[in-house]
Nanobody, 116 residues
């Protein structure tokens, strides 16, 4: 079992920045992919960004050019740098780890609120 713990969420004004972190209890090096998803009230959970073991990165169109995903295998931590935040980025952000067997692990989520 892999445990994921997100941190770094909070309240920020439009145009501001936040950096989310996801610390894992196990090695992320062996994971097929690590990613960030988000869920806004009344909406389905959606992929924000993910990074494969080999380094290939995928972003949702809505965050391209503003968000950056990265990982530190030595620290077993995944990051999401979020710049130029917009009110529509408001959501609970979840860290995800996926094995090659398609088994998924989720964190408890961290709230990001973008408001003036």
């Amino acid at each position: 079992q892999v445990q994921l713990v997100e941190s770094g969420g909070g309240l920020v004004q439009p145009g501001g920045s936040l950096r989310l972190s996801c610390a894992t209890s196990g090695s992320i090096f062996s994971m097929a992919a690590m990613g960030w998803h988000r869920q806004a009230p009344g909406k389905q959970r959606e992929l924000v960004a993910d990074i494969a073991r080999g380094g290939k990165i995928n972003y949702a169109d809505s965050v391209k050019g503003r968000f950056t995903i990265s990982k530190d295998n030595a620290k077993n931590t995944v990051y999401l740098q979020m710049n130029s935040l917009k009110p529509e980025d408001t959501a609970v952000y979840y860290c995800n780890a996926r094995r090659y067997t398609e088994t998924n692990y989720w964190g408890q989520g961290t709230q990001v609120t973008v408001s003036s």
